[in-house]
């Protein structure tokens, strides 16, 4: 049987994380929706907040960063059966009322990977460093990758089976770029769907200075991995999962 899976990796979310909760719909298109929150160590009560609205909660005793929670996300929705994996912040940032957007592709067959892009939708309350931050990031992909990408950060994205199961991130620290250099190396097709944003109410992002000393040494060492496309059949387990 087909199933959904959506998964939010939290730290210290128990204000927003409940939000975001209750607009994740029970189905798509007739398919279950299961959810399952990633606990990173939080200090407040993300996982009772997260077990009281219905989610399956997996948890990290100390804080270990959000690649790392992405990457036990990846793994938790595979062995949950996934057909399709989705994963969505928990600051209630990305509308998970459009999470059928970003299945919609995969389950149609069109694409592996897709984003949901908040530079081709609508955005409010932006940061300009942000924005600028944004771009550049999303640029160097675009150039690695030679292909078009609007929104390379995005915290909100979709998987097929087969990418969830071959989706590499080679840091703890954060997954946006090196994830999306890794599966589109691995020829993993990619598409981007628009979405609003808006910038979170409470909390306060994980983002600091030196998010660029972390994350420019990684992406330069995932380009310099030797990736080569992986054979078609095993880009498409989810055949017999799509059927
Ligand atoms: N696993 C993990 N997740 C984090 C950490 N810090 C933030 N997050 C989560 O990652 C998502 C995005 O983080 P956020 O700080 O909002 O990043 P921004 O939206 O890019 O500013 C949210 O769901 C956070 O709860 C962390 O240290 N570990
Ligand atoms: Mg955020």
Redesign the pocket.
């Known amino acids: 049987m087909k199933k959904i899976v959506v998964f939010?990796?939290?730290?210290?979310?128990e204000t927003s994380l409940p939000l975001v909760l209750k607009r994740i719909p029970d189905e798509i298109n007739g398919i279950p929706v299961e959810t399952i929150v990633?606990d990173?160590g939080s200090t407040d009560a993300t996982s009772t907040v997260a077990t009281l609205n219905g989610a399956q909660v997996y948890r990290f005793e100390q804080?270990?960063?959000?690649g790392?929670?992405?990457r036990e996300g990846l793994y938790r929705a595979y062995d949950h059966d996934a057909t399709v994996a989705v994963m969505i912040?928990?600051?209630n940032?990305y509308p998970a009322d459009q999470i059928p957007d970003v299945v919609r592709p995969i389950l149609a067959n069109d694409a592996d990977y897709v984003f949901g892009s908040r530079f081709l939708g609508t955005i409010d309350g932006m940061r300009l460093y942000?924005y600028i931050g944004n771009h550049v990031f999303t640029w160097l992909q675009c150039v690695l990758l030679k292909r078009k990408i609007h929104d390379g950060?995005s915290?909100m994205r979709a998987f097929s089976r087969a990418a969830c199961k071959h989706a590499e991130i080679i840091h703890d620290y954060n997954y946006a770029q090196v994830l999306t250099l890794n599966l589109v190396r691995k020829g993993f097709r990619l598409k981007e769907v628009p979405i609003r944003y808006r910038v979170?109410e409470s909390?306060?992002?994980?983002?600091r200075l030196n998010y660029i000393q972390r994350v420019v040494p990684a992406i330069y060492k995932e380009w310099r991995r030797p990736i080569v496309a992986l054979p078609i059949e095993e880009r498409f387990e989810r055949k017999e999962h799509l059927g």
């Open positions: 939010l990796p939290a730290h210290n979310e990633i990173d804080n270990r960063g959000l790392a929670a992405v912040d928990a600051d940032e942000r950060q915290g979170r909390g306060k992002s994980f983002i």
